[in-house]
């Protein structure tokens, strides 16, 4: 049995507490002899700041760069709002996705039977709710050149942020998203603002090409990020596969989360190319949801995020789909039984600490691996 090495990063606020749902889980899987997993456990954000002054170290790296996949946390606080920009904890999670070229995010947003009466919308709009958002990770305008604030003097500043895309960038985003549709209802609809941005016309072109180039057996459409957003909370339901950038894709998963009825339901993967040679990727896997401060330590974070996140890990790095599959299966059994975290608490159900939640999903885990 191949034996697969994983770097845990809790980093900050609830990242610690959901982490210790998955590190139980990944003990389980090597004690019963299921996987073979060698953790090891590194500082980033506003923890790697208090120990390092810095948002990851050099060592915390290294470990990064030798590692099968990262499974992460949350980063940042208000303890760390006037840390110097370049230090700040998110930079610690910027630096892994650039080193790493982690340029392909995929954030599922999935609504569970048991849960549709949580989201914000109608039953009838997310009930059964399966939608996958492919949001460019290392280019646009959170890394795009100039980024400055200038003193124009008398009380004035100017700040630039740049939004740059190349055409190979756009192109190899896109072929993540015709590959995932083929796997799902064979849909990618792409959102750009080409009606006001010239990377959005850029983007809109590149998809076009490498769709009738590569996939014409996958049906693409084009809307305006905007009008995307809309349509999300209108008629989620019409999208399968939607491909777009880094600020868009930031919003628009963000409001997909809430259609699953709470943030601490969304996972991530980010992911790098497939290297030539040994067929692996680098991979980045994190729940959405971010630090949650105001609630860390009490022991009421939804580890789900965290622990579908390392469910894509085993999809997407250790091609076990098989085991992925049962770990989601065993969120739906707890969720169809009625326990919830605050976070999803509604009349009628039982009250589960972050622990009670994690200890349940791991004991219908082993019922459907037994």
Same mark, same amino acid.
């Given at each position: 049995m191949a034996t697969?090495?994983?770097?845990?990063?809790?980093?900050? @606020?609830?990242?610690?507490?959901?982490?210790?749902?998955?590190?139980?889980?990944?003990?389980?899987? *090597?004690? !019963?002899? /299921?996987?073979?997993?060698?953790?090891?456990?590194?500082?980033?954000g506003g923890s790697?700041?208090?120990?390092?002054?810095?948002?990851?170290?050099?060592?915390?790296?290294?470990?990064?760069?030798?590692?099968?996949?990262? #499974?992460?946390?949350?980063?940042?606080?208000?303890?760390?709002? =006037?840390?110097?920009? +370049?230090?700040?904890? +998110? !930079?610690?999670?910027?630096?892994?996705?650039?080193?790493?070229?982690?340029? =392909? *995010?995929? $954030?599922?947003?999935?609504?569970?039977?048991?849960?549709?009466?949580?989201?914000?919308? &109608?039953?009838?709009?997310? +009930?059964?709710?399966?939608?996958? #958002?492919?949001?460019?990770?290392?280019? @646009?305008?959170?890394?795009?050149?100039?980024?400055? /604030?200038?003193?124009?003097?008398?009380?004035?500043? $100017?700040? #630039?942020?740049?939004?740059?895309?190349?055409?190979?960038? /756009?192109? $190899?985003?896109?072929?993540?998203?015709?590959?995932?549709?083929?796997?799902?209802? *064979?849909?990618?609809?792409?959102?750009?603002?080409?009606?006001?941005?010239?990377?959005?016309?850029?983007?809109?072109?590149?998809?076009?090409?490498?769709? &009738?180039?590569?996939?014409?057996?996958?049906?693409?459409?084009?809307?305006?990020?905007?009008?995307?957003?809309?349509?999300?909370?209108?008629?989620? &339901?019409?999208?399968?596969?939607?491909?777009?950038?880094?600020?868009?894709?930031?919003?628009?998963?963000?409001?997909?989360?809430?259609?699953?009825?709470?943030?601490?339901?969304?996972?991530?993967?980010?992911l790098g190319e497939? %290297?030539?040679?040994?067929?692996?990727? &680098?991979?980045?896997?994190?729940?959405?949801?971010?630090?949650?401060?105001?609630?860390? @330590?009490?022991?009421? !974070?939804?580890? #789900?995020?965290?622990?579908?996140?390392?469910?894509?890990?085993?999809?997407?790095?250790?091609?076990?789909?098989?085991?992925?599959?049962?770990?989601?299966?065993?969120? =739906?059994?707890?969720?169809?039984?009625?326990? $919830?975290?605050? %976070?999803?608490?509604?009349?009628?159900?039982? =009250?589960?600490?972050?622990?009670?939640? @994690?200890?349940?999903?791991?004991? +219908?885990?082993?019922?459907?691996?037994?």
């Amino acid at each position: 049995m191949a034996t697969h090495k994983l770097l845990l990063l809790p980093g900050d @606020g609830i990242g610690p507490e959901v982490m210790g749902e998955v590190k139980r889980l990944i003990d389980w899987l *090597n004690s !019963a002899g /299921i996987a073979k997993f060698e953790t090891d456990t590194g500082l980033v954000g506003g923890s790697a700041y208090d120990a390092h002054k810095v948002s990851i170290s050099e060592g915390d790296m290294a470990k990064a760069l030798a590692a099968d996949a990262i #499974i992460f946390g949350a980063v940042g606080g208000p303890k760390w709002d =006037a840390v110097p920009y +370049e230090v700040r904890p +998110e !930079a610690g999670l910027l630096r892994l996705r650039k080193d790493l070229a982690l340029f =392909a *995010n995929l $954030r599922p947003a999935v609504c569970y039977p048991a849960l549709a009466d949580a989201s914000s919308l &109608k039953r009838e709009a997310v +009930e059964g709710l399966d939608i996958m #958002i492919v949001r460019e990770l290392t280019g @646009g305008v959170y890394f795009g050149e100039p980024k400055t /604030i200038t003193d124009l003097g008398n009380g004035q500043k $100017r700040a #630039i942020d740049t939004q740059v895309y190349d055409t190979y960038e /756009i192109e $190899r985003i896109g072929r993540v998203a015709f590959e995932l549709a083929r796997k799902r209802k *064979n849909k990618v609809t792409s959102m750009e603002k080409r009606n006001v941005m010239k990377s959005g016309v850029l983007w809109n072109e590149v998809m076009t090409q490498v769709h &009738k180039r590569e996939y014409p057996d996958v049906t693409l459409e084009h809307q305006l990020a905007d009008s995307g957003g809309m349509m999300l909370v209108k008629w989620p &339901k019409q999208f399968d596969v939607i491909v777009t950038d880094n600020l868009f894709g930031d919003m628009l998963s963000d409001i997909a989360a809430m259609l699953t009825g709470s943030l601490g339901m969304l996972p991530s993967a980010s992911l790098g190319e497939v %290297d030539v040679k040994t067929k692996k990727r &680098k991979a980045l896997y994190e729940p959405v949801h971010g630090s949650a401060p105001d609630i860390a @330590g009490k022991g009421l !974070a939804n580890p #789900i995020a965290m622990i579908s996140s390392f469910g894509m890990a085993l999809r997407y790095s250790f091609d076990m789909g098989d085991l992925a599959d049962k770990v989601d299966a065993a969120i =739906a059994a707890v969720l169809a039984s009625g326990l $919830r975290t605050a %976070d999803i608490k509604s009349e009628g159900t039982t =009250a589960a600490s972050t622990t009670q939640m @994690g200890e349940a999903i791991l004991k +219908e885990l082993q019922k459907l691996h037994a």
